[in-house]
């Protein structure tokens, strides 16, 4: 697998492919996507003999399939595809499928450090996962929320363990519901299980649950926490020292707790979507502090600056000394930092991205139809008709910007690695 | 007689208006503040032009689709409330009290105005009665609260009446409106009767929730 | 004093079994806990204002289908409903009986569609249906509550949709409906996770579990339309709530969470729906204030509202209008919801040769006495479901007599009501969903 380093962070535009060009080859071409690293750009194509498979920078994989979908690049470059041929299902990566075949395959995530691949599949109405081709031993009668560490060696997900028939409420609130980590289901049994989180390094995997019909709590390897709470959200793993925090509900309103105990001294309207700084000093999380107005609070102050619509995508810089993040006010989206808003705000804003050191941020945005990156605050002057999340170079020293052109450069996908000493400043 | 007279004239009345205000202050604070702690959406979602325009259409008789389809039943509420509230505002006698006591006064109906007033409040009275023992869902919802304060609002214009027309005992019909005038104004905010004040509110929310957030008429 | 006895009902009191499980468990300390509790916790400003300020006039009693259908039964008048349940909750102090509890619990879901016409009949602008999901609330605090709107609220928490699909079945069934549709259109698609889409495009439970020719159908406009549109593959597809009408506003709040959340996630600029009104509701102000939202963080845009967009904008074009003639149902969500019915007429004038209006009609209609979660109470209420809606199917012969053949109901639970009541008091009257309408005349 070729590090980040090892891209080519040569300065300059790259027309890596004209997309024009595949419309008239193919009976019809599905949206576009790239690669990471920007070398790549894939389509779904339908073929004239009416099979589909994967156009990658203009030359389609050898094989054609009954169908193709759920199209997306690996962390590491690679273009896989869920593909299908005479009712089975596989996964297919640079055009070479698994050697397993389903009866349906779907939910294909990638661990973000390694690349490892899973997918969620069905045989005989049994469910389990998929980790890089090779299937859980065991199934069960249904299969959500499968998750995938960072490392891609441990697969969880909540996994029904008692098959309930419809209508028999007795059985379901005694508990039909638990958590299987690579194949193998907890004892305990619960009401509901959601979401899950999988510490750094893989021995712990914990799950919000609700444990009646009213009472919620986290379970961490197949142990609850012994207090319960009236709602909870998404357990997170403190990336230092494992202890548990998640966003609970108690006396009608929201706070932080932290292995079972309230954490956080306020209360808020709402809170979720907490998050660590990565030496386990800090949290910060999404906040309503009262209803309807949205910020962020970082170990339990919030930010004065609040937005009227929501605030999401929040994000610690790799330091650990700032927080990016979109608030949206009157169907504007603006780019928050540190608690000051960009002034300008955008049709549509995704995920903020920082450089490694914090000092940059840079923002895919949609204004008046057109996309752009906007930097620090400012739009820098190279027009998309499509555009992809920019990407840091590990040194910060440059930024790879990834798009479909407009004008000469119509239908045509460059790639430009831009001098960060270029980009405006804050 | 005369002692209990002045009691009723003085410390009682007294007594009854600050009940009356104080009961109604205490009583829209209690629930704002509530409103503040458990029904925020009450404040969120206030809109004084589309709470305005619930208001208009309700206070405008027949102003609703439901008061249209019960025209008697509108006619007489209509009657009722506005002699109800017309009649102790603009009574040139208590006009006189207020006068000899504060030296303030103001328009006053005319005494036969006041007495035809008064009879309407009584016969709406009435109605409302029979209409509450006759009507079956009307009789299933009433409860002995709807009866007594139907009773604690005849009394003090029946009495005033008797007073007012000079017939035998009209000192003590009198002393016994003064009374049962005092016990209603102490009454109103702790009873049903606080629909009186409770009206803008409930309205206020209904008209902003229906006018601004659901884009419909709530008439 | 006066107060009368309610008729003997025809029906056995409690007709669900798991109504009567749930309260043969509970003491009337229990019960009196709970009870007391919700009202110190949750019962607030509105609660009591409403509870304060009901004279007991008796002008809600004309506006509900049940009381109009029954003869004018007492028991039935809104106000009546509140008195039976809250009334006694508060009369007695949460000392009730099993038996008060379990009629309580009738009557708040299987009594009350939640309509919120009452509201508008009430001098006092009283919300009924605020105060029955209050009972319904404590219904379901204390574990009494008809048994297949639980295991559909079982469904939701345990699926996140409504009817126990499963995430393959979900996508399988899409895809199944593209290849259909391909058939008719070789290059039609129903993209699923596209980022980005303008549109994100969510259905209810059912579309996929029984009336998939819904999604087909939508596909097709979309297709039509030229619509940058999407759908998603994970949980969050299903915009519809029952936990909101069984009083489990924790789950509400998850339910809409995942279903807002994924459509952020896919960055589309705003939410179409499909014909439904009670999702409609829980998506646009009741499931978002559960969750902090003032208003839904995404535009919520009924299939209603959106076809008449596309009509104005002549995104869509109409080749042919359909000639039979036809009436038109407001459904309460959407028109006493979102003030939509200006805009339905508008479409249905565009697209039909012949529009009769029913009577009473636009906030004034009458509810199909499905909604609300009554019907998803299931067979054991049907009869009393059909029964107590007679106005409706009076509504529905009127317009037939005016000449109307098909009746237009843009609301899922409207139709399967609507469809009991054509059937029961034998209307000859055929039902469509407005793009089954559209469907047929639009330029394809």
């Known amino acids: 697998m070729k590090s980040m380093e090892e891209w080519d962070w040569a300065p300059g535009k790259k027309i890596v492919a004209d997309l024009e060009k595949w419309q008239s080859g193919y009976a019809a071409v599905e949206e576009p996507y790239v690669s990471p690293d920007g070398e790549k750009i894939a389509a779904i194509v339908k073929t004239e003999e009416e099979s589909y498979t994967v156009c990658v920078n203009g030359t389609p994989w050898e094989k054609t399939f009954d169908k193709v979908w759920s199209l997306r690049f690996s962390p590491d470059n690679r273009a896989a595809a869920l593909v299908s041929d005479t009712a089975e299902w596989s996964v297919a990566v640079d055009g070479a499928t698994w050697e397993n075949w389903f009866e349906f395959v779907w939910n294909m995530q990638f661990s973000k450090a390694n690349s490892a691949i899973a997918v969620a599949a069905q045989n005989a109405r049994s469910y389990f996962a998929v980790l890089d081709d090779t299937p859980w031993e065991t199934g069960f009668s249904s299969m959500n929320n499968l998750t995938v560490s960072r490392n891609g060696e441990t697969l969880a997900a909540v996994v029904q363990t008692t098959a309930v028939k419809e209508g028999d409420i007795n059985a379901f609130q005694k508990g039909c519901f638990s958590v299987a980590v690579n194949g193998v289901a907890w004892k305990n049994a619960f009401v509901n299980a959601w979401e899950i989180d999988i510490n750094p390094d893989n021995r712990l995997v914990a799950v919000e649950v609700r444990h009646s019909l009213y009472d919620y709590s986290i379970a961490i390897n197949d142990e609850m926490w012994p207090s319960s709470f009236s709602a909870i959200w998404r357990p997170r793993f403190n990336p230092v020292d494992n202890s548990v925090t998640a966003p609970v509900k108690s006396a009608g309103e929201w706070c932080l707790a932290k292995d079972g105990e309230l954490f956080w001294e306020r209360r808020y309207s709402q809170l979720w979507h907490h998050f660590y700084s990565t030496d386990g000093k800090s949290i910060a999380a999404v906040v309503a502090p009262t209803y309807g107005k949205w910020t962020i609070a970082e170990n339990d102050t919030p930010w004065d600056l609040t937005f009227k619509e929501l605030v999401m995508d929040a994000v610690y810089s790799p330091d650990n000394r700032h927080i990016a993040c979109l608030g949206k006010t009157d169907g504007k989206w603006y780019v928050a930092l540190d608690g000051k808003a960009w002034p300008t705000p955008f049709d549509r804003a995704w995920p903020p991205v920082f450089s490694p050191r914090g000092e940059d941020v840079a923002v895919k945005v949609e204004i008046d139809g057109k996309y752009a990156i906007a930097v620090n605050g400012k739009l820098l002057d190279i027009p998309f008709a499509v555009a992809w999340n920019p990407v840091f170079s590990p040194d910060g020293k440059k930024l790879l910007v990834k798009g479909i052109g407009t004008g000469k450069d119509e239908g045509k996908y460059c790639r430009h690695i831009l001098e960060t000493e270029s980009l405006p400043r804050k | 007689m005369y002692d209990i007279y002045a009691l009723a004239r003085g410390p009682l009345a007294w007594g009854a208006f600050i009940v009356f205000f104080g009961g109604i202050i205490y009583r829209l604070a209690a629930i704002l503040l509530e409103a503040r702690k458990k029904d925020h959406v009450v404040y969120a979602y206030f809109s004084p032009y589309y709470a305005m325009r619930s208001m208009l259409h309700w206070i405008v008789p027949f102003g609703s689709r439901s008061m249209r389809q019960q025209p008697i039943l509108t006619t007489v509420t209509f009657a009722f409330h506005i002699c109800l509230i017309g009649v102790p505002l603009f009574l040139f006698a208590h006009i006189i009290l207020f006068k000899e006591s504060f030296d303030i006064s103001w328009w006053t109906l005319s005494g036969m105005a006041a007495q035809v007033m008064t009879v309407i409040v009584l016969l709406s009275c009435v109605y409302f009665f029979v209409r509450r023992i006759v009507q079956p869902d009307v009789r299933y919802l009433s409860s002995t609260a709807d009866y007594l304060i139907l009773l604690l609002v005849v009394l003090p214009f029946a009495t005033g009446f008797w007073a007012a027309r000079g017939w035998a005992g009209f000192e003590i019909a009198t002393l016994l409106h003064m009374l049962s005038g005092e016990l209603l104004l102490a009454l109103i905010p702790f009873t049903k009767l606080s629909h009186m004040f409770f009206f803008p509110l409930t309205r206020i929310y209904a008209g902003s929730e229906f006018g601004a957030v659901r884009n419909a008429k709530d008439w | ?444």
């Open chain 3, 1 to 444: 004093m006066a107060t009368t006895e309610p008729k003997a009902n025809d029906e056995p009191i409690v007709l669900d079994d798991a109504i009567i499980e749930g309260a043969e468990k509970l003491s009337e300390e229990d019960i009196a806990q709970v009870i007391n509790d919700m009202i110190r916790t949750e019962g607030g400003a509105r609660f009591k204002a409403y509870l304060n300020t009901c004279m007991s006039c008796g002008y809600c009693s004309g506006a509900c289908h049940y009381y109009l259908s029954r003869d004018k039964e007492p028991r039935l008048a809104p106000a009546a409903k509140v008195k039976q349940t809250l009334g006694e909750f508060v009369r007695k102090k949460g000392r009730v009986s099993r038996e008060t509890l379990m009629r309580s619990c009738e009557i708040a879901f299987t009594d009350c569609n939640l309509c919120r016409r009452c509201m508008m009949y009430c001098p006092f602008g009283i919300d009924v249906a605020f105060l029955m999901l209050f009972v319904r609330r404590v219904c379901h605090k204390l574990g009494v509550v008809p048994r297949y709107i639980q295991d559909t609220a079982h469904s939701h928490s345990a699926t996140m949709n409504q009817m126990w699909v499963q995430e393959d079945e979900w996508i399988d069934t899409l895809q199944w409906q593209e290849d259909e549709a391909r058939d008719e259109i070789p290059d039609l698609r129903i993209p699923l996770e596209k980022e980005g889409a303008d549109v994100y495009y969510s259905v209810i439970g059912p579309e996929p579990k029984f009336r998939a020719q819904l999604i087909y159908q939508a596909a097709v406009l979309m297709h039509a339309a030229g619509i940058d549109w999407t759908m998603t593959e994970f949980p969050g597809w299903d915009n519809s709530d029952m936990c909101m009408y069984t009083g489990d506003i924790e789950m509400t709040a998850r339910l809409k969470k995942v279903h807002f959340e994924s459509a952020l996630r896919l960055r589309s600029k705003r939410i179409v729906m499909g014909e439904c009104g009670h999702a409609f509701r829980s998506v646009y102000d009741v499931g978002n204030r559960f969750l902090g939202w003032k208003m839904p963080p995404i535009e919520v845009v009924h299939a209603v509202a959106f076809y008449d967009e596309l009509l104005a904008e002549g995104r869509l074009k109409i080749a042919r209008k359909f000639e039979r003639p036809v009436t038109f149902h407001d459904p309460c969500n959407i028109v006493r919801g979102q003030g939509l019915h200006e805009k339905a007429r508008s479409v249905v004038r565009q697209s039909c040769e012949t529009f009769i209006e029913m009577e009473p009609n636009r906030e004034h209609n009458f509810c199909c006495c499905a909604g609300g979660g009554v019907i998803n109470c299931g067979p054991p209420y049907k009869n009393k479901r059909v029964k107590s809606n007679r106005v409706k199917a009076e509504q529905l012969m009127a317009a037939r007599e005016k000449g109307a053949e098909v009746v237009i109901a843009p609301c899922h639970n409207c139709h399967g009501g609507l469809e009991d009541i054509i059937h029961h008091y034998k209307i000859d009257i055929e039902i469509k969903f407005l793009i089954d309408i559209l469907f047929e005349c639009m330029e394809k």
